[in-house]
T-cell receptor, first 112, second 117 residues
């Protein structure tokens, strides 16, 4: 059975800090790993990772995948209060429908 | 990223009525869409997989006669909550699968908040 594990579960940091969120996975026939941000509404797409060692970047957010060690990290530099959210890591499963296997999410709170 | 829309954003209805929620992929074709529901402070719960041109596949415990899914085209899936009751009040979210290129990504709609009185 496919599995995605995120850590930490919850994190509180001060504005301006840098955070690293972790995601490990066990997926048969891996195709991609996805990161989402969920605030009060539906998840918004952040990154799709398919290749090891290639950093994806969007503003202060970046992510990288290690297919040998089966994990990914999401970095947020110079955090702002608007970064407060639940960050979800997910992988399409091996079935033809590609349902997503989600991690439990990391709840990030950025305080002033 | 690609855009998925949902309509309506929120709906309030009386108990016993039916409510239809639309999910559209705006700039890509999606042979597969997914319907989730989410209660406050809880994880997304997959309800069903919607396949264009065929019947939806429902997760265990989800009543297919209660939650009717129709995937009429490559860009539209609908979820109809039939004979809605207060316990159906929830946040319903769809996602659409994009398999263009070599990867496999899902984009979520903004969600529909359903309140049944």
């Amino acid at each position: 059975e496919d599995k995605v594990v995120q850590s930490p579960l919850s994190l509180v940091v001060h504005e301006g800090d840098t955070v690293t969120l972790n995601c490990s996975y066990e997926v048969t026939n891996f195709r991609s790993l996805l990161w989402y941000k969920q605030e009060k509404k539906a998840p918004t797409f952040l990154f799709m990772l398919t290749s090891s060692g290639i950093e994806k970047k969007s503003g202060r957010l970046s992510s990288i995948l290690d297919k040998k060690e089966l994990f990914s990290i999401l970095n947020i530099t110079a955090t702002q209060t608007g970064d407060s959210a639940v960050y979800l890591c997910a992988a399409p499963n091996t079935g033809t429908a590609s349902k997503l296997t989600f991690g439990t999410g990391t709840r990030l709170q950025v305080t002033l | 990223g690609a855009v998925v829309s949902q309509h309506p954003s929120w709906v309030i209805c009386k108990s016993g009525t039916s409510v239809k929620i639309e999910c559209r992929s705006l700039d890509f074709q999606a042979t597969t869409m997914f319907w989730y529901r989410q209660f406050p402070k809880q994880s997304l719960m997959l309800m069903a997989t919607s396949n264009e041109g065929s019947k939806a596949t429902y997760e265990q415990g989800v009543e297919k006669d209660k939650f009717l899914i129709n995937h009429a085209s490559l860009t539209l899936s609908t979820l109809t909550v039939t004979s809605a009751h207060p316990e159906d009040s929830s946040f319903y979210i769809c996602s659409a699968r994009d398999v263009s290129g070599s990867a496999d990504t899902q984009y979520f709609g903004p969600g529909t908040r359903l309140t049944v009185l």
